[in-house]
Nanobody, 125 residues
Framework: VQLQASGGGLVQAGGSLRLSCAASGRAFSNYRAGWFRQAPGKEREFVAVMSGRGGFTYYADSVKGRFTISRDNAKNTVYLQMNSLKPEDTAVYYC???????????????????WGQGTQVTVSS
């Protein structure tokens, strides 16, 4: 599976952005897909995941209520709608597929088998 992320940019605090991730290769609907992010000087962290058919979603506590993950398997694309952005959301955002996570609601360690290139999101205060 090859993944191509897009949609990052510079936005003021309180603003919105929509990230997209286009997949090619094996049947995308077979995979959990979602997003991670990495801020400068910090480790990569889980943001959101959606099951292959969209039956469940999990979010990091830091983005719950502000970010929404969705997918369109007909287009082999997963999206991340980000609202009410904060400066602490500034990071490189990576889309991923075949995500495995642990803990209740993916609160534990999460990883993925397939990664896209990152897209920079910068939120100014």
């Amino acid at each position: 599976v090859q993944l191509q992320a897009s949609g990052g940019g510079l936005v003021q605090a309180g603003g919105s952005l929509r990230l997209s991730c286009a997949a090619s290769g094996r049947a995308f609907s077979n995979y959990r897909a979602g997003w991670f992010r990495q801020a400068p000087g910090k480790e990569r962290e889980f943001v959101a995941v959606m099951s292959g058919r969209g039956g469940f979603t999990y979010y990091a506590d830091s983005v719950k209520g502000r970010f929404t993950i969705s997918r369109d398997n007909a287009k082999n694309t997963v999206y991340l709608q980000m609202n009410s952005l904060k400066p602490e959301d500034t990071a490189v955002y990576y889309c991923a597929a075949s995500i495995s996570c642990s803990g209740t609601g993916c609160s534990g360690l999460s990883t993925a088998d397939y990664w896209g290139q990152g897209t920079q999101v910068t939120v100014s205060s």
